[in-house]
Structures are given as structure tokens and as C-alpha cells.
């Protein structure tokens, strides 16, 4: 199970294609551009009018848009009363299910916070057609407030979950430092908004996708609407002679336009995110657009969950080295093999293999005769782990009878395939049960009044039957079940046990990239190893306790559903050991004690083999992790992490002094097919048996400390 979200994210899907429930339900996109800024004093911009024309081609072609779908204002039609009517109008329009694309193209800004629901005291601003022309008390003369802006997203929340919001402005008081290079920042309004310190409704729960927004570790939601970080301005390029286009649009519908049935709303962002920076590094252009996104990305279109392969975009190919702005902090490593992500492609895909790896960057060697374009997806197919193989002895009840076809079959996906990559990576075979790590058993249990069978009642595994369908379980060396979900059935010989096999294989390297990612040690400057004293780790132990309802040891959860808990506590990370049961919730808090940011990253890793990132939530953009200099965050608002089983847990934290893919990182919980155990006969486990050896990356940019927690 996940952390406990306390408020969950939902997102507008993707696809290149419109499946038939697509075309029954209603579309509706609000385009909004404003180039014309000529009444106001500020720089008109060149870009809008032609963002808009490639935004509704772009909604046309791939979206299955019409003419009847678009509410298109620009200029003067953009004032602040004329958004505030569109919107109006689109939520009047819209019916549970249908799908709304909401495009901003035009100036943003900043003016003060006079409601009070701004930490950082500033609210952020579309700077709407005619604003600032006069003295005249009227909205029209104001900034469109981003307080509004969430108040009409939560009246289109209520009706469905569909909504994609894209913004390319910028909030920034940072203006054009050069004529060459037209942006899209103003300076802050000083004057007192009109509308300001009214009381605007809030989503209570935030949906569809967010794109470009920038994250402040202080700013509201409704903040979260440029296509630029806070200390940057959004810009303008000319792509040709007299065509001008805001630069995170114009990759951003290209992206869209390359999109292949599959691909989420992530794909997309990834594509769109590597052609800016590529953009921005290969121009030289230090305050081009970092664009962000926030929102639950792993979903295809229209709901159904679809686990897909964690894909990292190509950030440039420079003559025989391709460059990926990824590297040991989202678990690449030297010698692993990556291969051009096309999932409709039927055939062999252009391949490279990792030969630098930095923890924030890695560099690759693409095949002879093959070259990839920034932007492309690639995925990993062979996988090289920095330790030794672990050994595995495989036995069964029956091996020299009806088990003999399964062990051939397990035998041979331990062999290297033609193209010499192996299917379990981490591991190979021993024909010596004394010197291995770990046993497949092949066994063939039955169960009896809902028990399973044994011959003596002290039997470490359960007997094996004949006539029963084959299990394998993975077992320690003292032959105790590593885990309830590590029992795997292979009833199916027909298809030669394949499925079971890509079962095994999975649950295998999952284990594999837990030893590994605990193993990540950080070694290098002192200034760096003194990074996980400047970031102070305290937790909170809540106990489930319906008795416990008043007293300062007592609290109900943000989410009432959770109940009543007994508080202990708070501890630092490294003296929770001990203290923790089986049915708590650990609830975290963070402080930057030091005169420096950092990105802060805390997470699970559990015992049924999930790899859960408690802090940030990897489906938030990349800044979210940042926790300013001398700022304290408390995640039990945000996030509680259930300690659900038995065994050994461990929490790692890890500071950066720059973002890290977080996604990457994650995986799910061990698979499993077949019966499950009755929770009587589950053996103690340990999910790294005997693994204690670190493995440490030279570095002056990082840091880690972990726990590792017995739960009781």
C-alpha cells in the first residue's frame, strides 16, 4: 500500500488516438492568447496569436476536436471580465466526463496577497487585456488573480475529472534583460488588488494535470500555473523569418504530435522538458523556461491503470555519446542497456549502454549506425548491478518426475539470451545450498480446512502432493518464505510456464533494486557529509486508539477516516528502531537547519518489495522537493506512512543540492498469482536476508542517511 495520501491527485489522460468513449463524451477547450499589450506600457509579445493556431491544430488533429468545441478570446476580448465570462460559460457547458483543455498564452505577473491564504504573501497573476491602463476601480483595470483561477478550476473539478491546464507565462518580477529575447513577465503590480481580499473557494480536491507549473516550496496550488520556475521568465523564439511561438508551446505541441498510443500525460511532459533544456543549454540562454508539471501521471487514457516501463527522454546527442539527465540518484548505473521506447514497433529498436554515470546525469554509447534526437524515450532493458551476483539454489519435492519440466524451464531463464543479456541480472545458480543467498522451491502443498498440510506440525514448508499445481517460493537459506506475496504459482505448462517465469523475473529484480538502492552510500566533501546534519529527520509514532480522544498525547487525523491516534514521540529518524508495530503510522517532519536549500527526498522501502517515495509526492513537479534554508516542513498534512507488515523496513532520506527524477525510483509490490497463505502460517521474514555490504558514488553534490526498522 502506499502512503496515505491525505489528498489525492487525479489526472486528464492521453492518447494519440480517440477510442470509441472518447468520441460520446463531450470536449471542450478554452484557448486564451493575449499579444497586444501596447495600452499598458509593457512589451507586446509576438507569440500568442500563433500559440493559439498550433494549440487548436494540435486539439484538432489528435483530440478530435471541432469547431463547436473551442472558445477561443484573444486581446481585446481578454479583458479580466471577459475571462471571467468565458469561464463562466465553460462551466455552464460541461458534463460529468467530458474533457476540457484550458491554454493560456500572455503575460504574467505578481501583486500582494490581501486574503491571507498566500505563505508566501504574494498572489500570482494572468495579466488580462486593458489591465493597468488606468486608475479606474474596476476589475478590468486589475490583473486576473490566481484566487480566481482556482475558484473556476473547482467548479469544473465538481463536474469531472478530465481538465488539463496549461500555462505559458511567467509570474516572475524578473523582466527582458535584452531586446533579442521577448518574454513574458511584468513587473509586479504595487497597487492593492480591487478583488483581493475577497474569500475565494478552493478545490478540495485537486484533479486533471497541471503543465508548466512552477513549484514554490511556499505557494498554494493555484500557484502552481507558470510554465517557469519562479527566478525565470517564460520566452519567446522565432522559429522562422516572421513566426513567433512561446518556446514551451511550441515543443509542447510537438510533443503532442509524436504521441503514441500508450503514452501518458508523462511521456509528453518528458519530451517537452528535454527539448527546452536542450534548447536552453545548446543556445546558452540561462533564463530559458525549466517547465513543470504536476499531477498523476502513470494512467491511460480514460482511467484504466496501466503499470508502464519508467521512460527517461534523450537529452542530446553529441557525435558517439547520447547524454540522459539522469544518473545514480534514480538508480542508473554503468553498464546497463537502454533501448528506444516505441511500443507499436514491432521490430529491433536502436539500443545504447550506459558508460558515465554522475549522480545527477549519465552518458551513453548508442549502437553503431544509430542515432537518437533529444526528446526520443528510451527505456531500460538489461539492467548492471554494482554488486556480486546473488546466489540462488533451486530445488523441488519432485525432480525427477513432474517438477523436472518447470526446473528445465527456471534453469534455462537463468542462461544469457542470443543478444547476451540475462533475464535475472542480479543473480545466478548454485549447485550448493550451503553458499547461497537464496532457494527457489518447487512445491505442491495442500490445503485441509483451510490449512495447508504438513507432515510434522513443526515443518518449516509444507508437504507436497502429486496431484496439486506447482508453486515456487522463495525462501531464505533457512528455507523460511521471504515474503507471503513470494509464492508464485506455475499452474499454467501449457504456455511452458512462461507466465510464471516473467512473474518470477519480476519479483526478482525487484528485490534486486531494493539491495541495491540500500546500498547507495554518499561519500566525498565534508561540506556534503555535513548536508544530512543541516537537514534534521523527526518522526512521529501513531498508534490506532479509538480510546484516545483528548489529552496533548491524542489526535484525530487530517483525515477523519484514519480515527484516533496515540501519539509517541517526536524521534529522530536514526531512534525509531525498536519503537515500531505492525498497524502504526509514521508521520514525518523535516528542518533545514543550514544556511543552504536543499531537495529532500524521503523514502520507503518495504518489505513486500515496493520502493513508495513518502516525500515529495513524485507525481508534483521536481521543485517540491526543495526545502528552503531554515524552513521546517511537516508532512503529516500531506502524507502518513502505514507500517502494514511484519519484518524489516527501511527509510532513506537523501539531500540534494538539485532535483532528482524521483518516479524512477519507485516500484511496486511484489506480484503474485495463485492462493495466498492463511496469515497464521506466515513465517517471519527478512526482505534483505544477510545483505549488510554498502556500496558508495563519489560525490560533492549529495548525501544519504537510512534507517532500518523492525516492525513488530
Not at 414 to 434: E, G, I
Not at 545 to 573: E, I, V
Amino acid at each position: 500500500m502506499n502512503p496515505l495520501k491525505i489528498i489525492p491527485l487525479l489526472i486528464a489522460l492521453v492518447s494519440p488516438f480517440i477510442p470509441m468513449s472518447a468520441l460520446a463524451a463531450g470536449k471542450h477547450a478554452l484557448l486564451i492568447g493575449i499579444q497586444d499589450y501596447s495600452q499598458t506600457g509593457f512589451r507586446s509579445l509576438k507569440g500568442p496569436a500563433n500559440d493559439l493556431k498550433l494549440m487548436a491544430g494540435v486539439l484538432r488533429e489528435r483530440f478530435g476536436f471541432q469547431d463547436d468545441d473551442f472558445m477561443i478570446i484573444k486581446d481585446d476580448r481578454a479583458t479580466h471580465t471577459g475571462i471571467e465570462n468565458a469561464f463562466n460559460a465553460l462551466i455552464k457547458r460541461v458534463n460529468p466526463g467530458d474533457f476540457v483543455y484550458i491554454y493560456y498564452s500572455g503575460h504574467g505577473s505578481r501583486t500582494a496577497d490581501l486574503n491571507g491564504d498566500e505563505p508566501s504573501g504574494l498572489d500570482q497573476t494572468w495579466v488580462s487585456y486593458g489591465a493597468r491602463t488606468t486608475d479606474e476601480a474596476h476589475q478590468d483595470n486589475y490583473d486576473v488573480l490566481d484566487d480566481e483561477i482556482g475558484t473556476w478550476l473547482a467548479a469544473l473539478y465538481a463536474k469531472t475529472k478530465k481538465v488539463v491546464f496549461v500555462s505559458d507565462s511567467c509570474h516572475s518580477a524578473t523582466v527582458s534583460r535584452g531586446p533579442a529575447v521577448p518574454t513574458r513577465a511584468v513587473k509586479a503590480d504595487k497597487r492593492p488588488h480591487l478583488l483581493g481580499k475577497r474569500t475565494y473557494t478552493r478545490p478540495t480536491t485537486q484533479r486533471g494535470i497541471r503543465v508548466g507549473a512552477a513549484r514554490d516550496d511556499e505557494s498554494s496550488i493555484e500557484e502552481q500555473m507558470s510554465a517557469v520556475q519562479d527566478d525565470e521568465y517564460s520566452t519567446e523564439f522565432q522559429k522562422q523569418s516572421d513566426q513567433y511561438y512561446g518556446l514551451f508551446t511550441w515543443y509542447w505541441a510537438q510533443s503532442l504530435q509524436q504521441a503514441q498510443a500508450g503514452n501518458t500525460w508523462n511521456d509528453v511532459f518528458k519530451q517537452t522538458y528535454a527539448q527546452v533544456t536542450a534548447y536552453k543549454g545548446l543556445d546558452k540562454q540561462a533564463d530559458m523556461p525549466q517547465p513543470q508539471m504536476e499531477g498523476e501521471r502513470q494512467l491511460v487514457w480514460y482511467g484504466d491503470f496501466t503499470p508502464l516501463p519508467q521512460r527517461i527522454p534523450v537529452y542530446y546527442q553529441f557525435e558517439t555519446q547520447v547524454k540522459l539527465l539522469v544518473g545514480s540518484l534514480a538508480g542508473v548505473t554503468e553498464g546497463s542497456v537502454y533501448r528506444l521506447y516505441k511500443p507499436q514497433h514491432l521490430g529491433t529498436l536502436p539500443r545504447l549502454t550506459i558508460i558515465k554515470v554522475t549522480p545527477f546525469a549519465s552518458y551513453a554509447k548508442p549502437e553503431p549506425e544509430t542515432r537518437f534526437k533529444t526528446g526520443d524515450l528510451v527505456i531500460e532493458e538489461s539492467h548492471k548491478y554494482d554488486f556480486a551476483p546473488i546466489k540462488v539454489y533451486l530445488a523441488a519435492d519432485f525432480p525427477d518426475g513432474k517438477d523436472k519440466p518447470l526446473l528445465q524451464a527456471i534453469r534455462a531463464a537463468f542462461q544469457p539470451r542470443p543478444d547476451k543479456t540475462l533475464s535475472f541480472p542480479a543473480y545466478k545458480l548454485t549447485d550448493d545450498p550451503y553458499k547461497a543467498d537464496l532457494q527457489l522451491y518447487i512445491l505442491r502443498p495442500k490445503r485441509e480446512n483451510g490449512q495447508l498440510i504438513r507432515a510434522q506440525a513443526d515443518d518449516t514448508l509444507p508437504k507436497s502432493f502429486s496431484n496439486q499445481p506447482p508453486q515456487l517460493w522463495v525462501l531464505t537459506p533457512a528455507q523460511r518464505l521471504l515474503n507471503e506475496k513470494l509464492q508464485m504459482s506455475f499452474d499454467k505448462p501449457e504456455n511452458n510456464h512462461e507466465e510464471g517465469i516473467k512473474l518470477l523475473r519480476e519479483n526478482l529484480n525487484k528485490l534486486a533494486r531494493i539491495r541495491e538502492f540500500k546500498q547507495l552510500q554518499s561519500s566525498g566533501s565534508r561540506a556534503l557529509a555535513d548536508a544530512v546534519q543541516a537537514v534534521a529527520v523527526q518522526v512521529l509514532i501513531l498508534t490506532p486508539d479509538s480510546a484516545c480522544q483528548t489529552g496533548a498525547n491524542c489526535m484525530l487525523l487530517p483525515d477523519s477516516s484514519l480515527g484516533w491516534h496515540r501519539k509517541k514521540g517526536p524521534y529522530h529518524l536514526q531512534d525509531i528502531d525498536g519503537r515500531v508495530n505492525k498497524g502504526d503510522l509514521l508521520a514525518f517532519t523535516l528542518h533545514n537547519k543550514s544556511k543552504q536549500d536543499y531537495y529532500c527526498y524521503v523514502i520507503s522501502l518495504r518489505a513486500n518489495g515496493a520502493i513508495y517515495t513518502i516525500f515529495p509526492d513524485p507525481d508534483e513537479n521536481m521543485e517540491s522537493a526543495r526545502l528552503n534554508a531554515g524552513k521546517t516542513k511537516v508532512l503529516m498534512e500531506e502524507v502518513v506512512l502505514p507500517m502494514e507488515e511484519v519484518g524489516e523496513d527501511i527509510i532513506k532520506v537523501i539531500t540534494s543540492t538539485s532535483p532528482i527524477q524521483v518516479s524512477l525510483l519507485e516500484q511496486r509490490p511484489f506480484d503474485v498469482r495463485g492462493q495466498r497463505l492463511n496469515p497464521l502460517e506466515r513465517l517471519l521474514l527478512n526482505a534483505m536476508y544477510g545483505w549488510r555490504e554498502g556500496v558508495s558514488i563519489e560525490n560533492d553534490e549529495w548525501a544519504t542517511e537510512q534507517v532500518i526498522v523492525d516492525v513488530k
